[in-house]
């Protein structure tokens, strides 16, 4: 277990208007995705998208008004895109001690579920979460998330996808001050700050942070309508690949302006619910940043 309880990154959260609109748009660029699920009493839905790596990610729509999702309510009245980054941990309880030991404003753990369905019938799959509220400096939420049935959400069947992603290489942070945000980050996960040019790069135990001013990020992902966001904010990702060729032909398929160069494949956020994105088979920063 790494500093305070915290493994690297779990998932990323990326809220949306239109659940099934949004669900469409990533399964055209050949992601497949989760049947919905409902946490039926934080009056939210979901599709996800799980990766053989051990991470994935989550389109979520608010149903209701709840104030557990009071966080991801406030970011749609301005926006979509990544909202949280939900951090790993194999006891949320005890990782909470350990935060708040550390003078972390971590919050009571959270017990929930969702139904699953699956061919043998419907299986609840079980999480407890760990907020962490109040530093404005990640520009995102950040909680940690312990899973209780792994086996329930990691199916043979949902890890396979047309586009060949396998996992989550890195989460990419806009910021006006990269130095004091990647600062932050490294507290949470006892990490050492790496200098990447005009980039930081923040190691988590998993996939890194990347954190860059949006004149550096604008390199890479060439006038992106995110990098308007108020920052620092949760801008992107970078998602590995088994096999680029097939990655690119289910961008074309998807029929959304692709970007290709540098062994980068690169959707604007306007194509993908407010996220940044860009495919890779191996992760090379200098790539996307310069």
């Known amino acids: ?31 497949t995705i989760s049947p ?42 301005t926006r ?3 909202a949280a980054a939900a951090l790993k941990t194999d006891d949320a309880r005890a990782a909470q001690r350990l935060l708040v030991e550390a003078g972390y404003p971590a919050g009571e753990p959270v017990e929930f579920g969702r139904p699953v369905e699956l061919p043998g019938g419907a299986q609840q799959a079980r999480f407890t979460t760990t907020p962490i509220d109040g530093v404005s400096d990640w ?17 043979p069947e949902l890890i396979q ?24 980050y490294a507290r949470l996960f006892g990490t050492a700050v790496k200098t990447r040019g005009p980039a930081r790069v923040v190691p988590t135990g998993s996939a890194p942070i990347v954190v860059a001013d949006p004149a550096a ?3 890479g992902w060439t006038g992106d309508p995110a990098l308007t ?9 970078v998602l590995t690949v088994a ?29 993908a619910c407010g996220a940044m994105l860009a495919f890779a088979k191996e992760f090379d920063l200098g790539a996307l940043i310069p």
């Open 243 to 271: 096999d680029l060729e097939r990655a690119q032909q289910a961008l074309q398929k998807s029929k959304f302006p692709t970007v290709v160069g540098n062994g980068v494949l690169r959707v604007s956020s306007a194509s």
């Open 36 to 77: 919905k699920g409902r946490h039926g009493e934080l009056k939210s839905a979901n599709h996800t998208m799980m990766f053989g790596a051990g991470d994935y990610l989550e389109l979520l729509a608010i149903e209701q008004p709840h104030p557990f999702t009071a966080f991801f309510s406030d970011v749609l009245k």
């Open 217 to 219: 990020l604008h390199w």
């Open 161 to 184: 996808h047309d586009n060949t992603v396998t996992g989550l290489a890195a989460l990419v942070v806009a910021a006006d001050d990269p130095d004091a945000t990647a600062a932050s």
């Open 1 to 31: 277990m790494g500093a305070h309880g915290i493994n690297g990154i779990d998932h990323l959260v990326i809220v949306v208007r239109d659940l099934e609109k949004a669900q469409d748009a990533y399964r055209r660029m050949g992601f």
């Open 80 to 82: 979509e895109g990544i």
């Open 139 to 155: 520009g995102g939420r950040v909680f940690l998330c312990q899973h209780h049935t792994p086996e329930v959400v990691w199916r």
């Open 229 to 237: 966001v108020k920052r620092p904010f949760l801008a992107g990702m």
